[in-house]
C-alpha cells in the first residue's frame, strides 16, 4: 500500500499558524479515526504529538492540534516557535493485514 | 515511564541475518496487554512499520517482510527481538523499537540504530 501524501516541505514564521495535510484513501485516514502525528528532530527519535486524530498526549503543548475531514487529516501549529522546526510524519491505521500507514514526512521550517 | 533502548551490531553483511534487542525498562513486556514493534527508516526517506508482537501471542509483520522477518519477546530478561534474514543493501536503515496501541500509534520509542548492510 502507498504511503499517506505529505507535503515535502512547509515554512512559517515565528507566532505564525501552519497547516500540514496528510491525505490517504477511503481504507485508511478516510475510514479509521486512527490517525497519530510525530514529530522528528534531527538525528533524534520520532516523537508522538497527536494521536487518535486529535487527542494530544500529555506533556505535548495545546499549540499543536489534530483534524480530520473525509480522506485527508490534518496537524495545525499554532504559535510557530523556533524549536517546531523539525520534520512531521503523519500515520494512519489502516486494518488488521497492513495495520498502520505512514506518510512521507514535512520539513517544517520556521522563519 | 516505560524507555526502550535498542542494542545489536551496526554493520552486517549481506546474504547475513540482522539482530537486534530493544531492552525494556519502567514497565514488564508481559503485562498491560502491551504491543511491542521494530519500525524502520531508510535513509533520508520516510518511517516503516516492520511488524510487532504481542505477549498473549499474537504478531503482524509487514507484508513487503513477512517472508525475512521474526520478532520475539523475552520475559526473563525484558527484553524483544528483531530477525531480519537475507538481508541486502536496501535494509540499511535506523531501525527503532517501539510501542504500539492496538489502534496504531506508537509510544514511546527508542533513540534508534543504524545498521548498515556492507561487505
Known amino acids: 500500500q502507498s504511503a499517506l501524501t505529505q507535503p515535502r516541505s512547509v515554512s512559517g514564521s515565528p507566532g505564525q499558524s501552519v497547516t500540514i495535510s496528510c491525505t490517504g484513501t477511503?481504507?485508511?485516514?478516510?475510514?479509521?479515526?486512527?490517525v497519530s502525528w510525530y514529530q522528528q528532530h534531527p538525528g533524534k527519535a520520532p516523537k508522538l504529538m497527536i494521536y487518535d486524530v486529535s487527542k494530544r498526549p500529555s506533556g505535548v503543548p495545546d499549540r499543536f492540534s489534530g483534524s480530520k475531514s473525509g480522506d485527508t487529516a490534518s496537524l495545525t501549529i499554532s504559535g510557530l516557535q523556533a524549536e517546531d522546526e523539525a520534520d512531521y510524519y503523519c500515520c494512519s491505521f489502516a486494518g488488521s493485514y497492513t495495520f498502520v500507514i505512514f506518510g512521507g514526512g514535512t520539513k517544517l521550517t520556521v522563519l | 515511564q516505560v524507555q526502550l533502548q535498542e542494542s545489536g551490531p551496526g554493520l552486517v553483511k549481506p546474504s547475513q541475518t540482522l539482530s537486534l534487542t530493544c531492552t525494556v525498562s519502567?514497565?514488564?513486556?508481559?503485562?498491560?496487554?502491551?504491543?511491542w514493534s521494530w519500525i524502520r527508516q531508510l535513509p533520508g526517506k520516510g518511517l516503516e512499520c516492520i511488524g510487532y508482537s504481542h505477549y498473549g501471542g499474537s504478531s503482524y509483520y509487514n507484508p513487503s517482510l513477512k517472508n525475512r522477518v521474526t520478532i520475539s519477546l523475552d520475559t526473563s530478561k525484558n527484553q524483544f527481538s528483531l530477525k531480519l534474514s537475507s538481508v541486502t543493501a536496501a535494509d540499511t536503515a535506523v531501525y527503532y523499537c517501539?510501542?504500539?496501541?492496538?489502534?496504531?500509534?506508537?509510544?514511546?520509542w527508542g533513540q534508534g540504530t543504524l545498521v548498515t548492510v556492507s561487505s
Open positions: 517501539a510501542r504500539p496501541t492496538p489502534t496504531g500509534w506508537f509510544d514511546p
Open positions: 519502567g514497565g514488564s513486556i508481559s503485562s498491560g496487554g502491551y504491543y
Open positions: 477511503s481504507s485508511d485516514v478516510g475510514f479509521y479515526n486512527y
